[in-house]
């Protein structure tokens, strides 16, 4: 049985806005202050995982121990089919330092020409850890299936959203309004798994 969330207060283990702002917005029904890591003033952990799982938890736990708060990390990446799976964990450092996801989103571009690809198959994972001080922590996976666009498009969102368009969609999830996106979602996914099992009675 998954360890109930009892605080108030909760880290936010990442020092991306974007990602701030949704994670802020997928937990604000549950009367939750959030605070991120670069609030804190915490260091961002070097990512040595193989896994989104193992990622997530060493941010989480980073997290959680340096603030004496809970905190919840994410990691999330676009998985290309037709590029064996990268991006994948990588995706923030296909952006460079600067988190310059346009130049990001032209490598995918690159990179398919290169592989003559066809197929355009992508998905979203977003693996999100919930750690305490205590060094415990719970784990959550959620996916969204889809495809690759281009050129990029729309402007809400952040990371690879302008050109990826999930299953069942024409709308990328760079032209979603953020409800709309909060929906469907890989991050709203592993979301609904973490609150069922740690925040409600």
């Known amino acids: 049985m998954a360890r109930h969330f009892e605080g108030k207060k909760l880290a936010v283990a990442s ?94 571009r690159i990179g398919l020409v290169e592989a003559t690809a066809e197929n355009t198959n992508a998905h979203f994972i977003c693996g999100l850890a919930l750690a305490w001080p205590d060094g415990h922590v719970e784990y959550f996976e959620g996916r969204v299936d889809g495809a690759l666009t281009w050129p990029p498009r729309g402007t809400q969102g952040f990371g690879y959203d302008p050109i990826f368009v999930p299953q069942g969609h024409e709308m990328t999830f760079g032209e979603m309004e953020p409800d709309a996106k909060h929906a469907m979602s890989h991050r709203a996914h592993a979301f609904r798994q973490l609150v069922d099992a740690c925040f409600k009675a």
């Open 15 to 108: 020092h991306n806005e974007g990602k701030v702002r949704e994670i802020a917005a997928l937990i604000a029904d549950l009367g939750i202050e959030t605070v991120s890591a670069a609030e804190l003033s915490l260091p961002e952990p070097e990512e040595t995982g193989e896994t989104f799982r193992e990622n997530a938890e060493l941010k989480a736990l980073a997290a959680a121990r340096a603030s004496g708060f809970p905190a919840l990390a994410d990691d999330s990446g676009l998985c290309i089919d037709a590029l064996n799976g990268a991006p994948g964990i990588f995706s923030a450092r296909w952006a460079g330092p600067a988190k310059d996801f346009g130049l990001a989103m032209e490598r995918v």
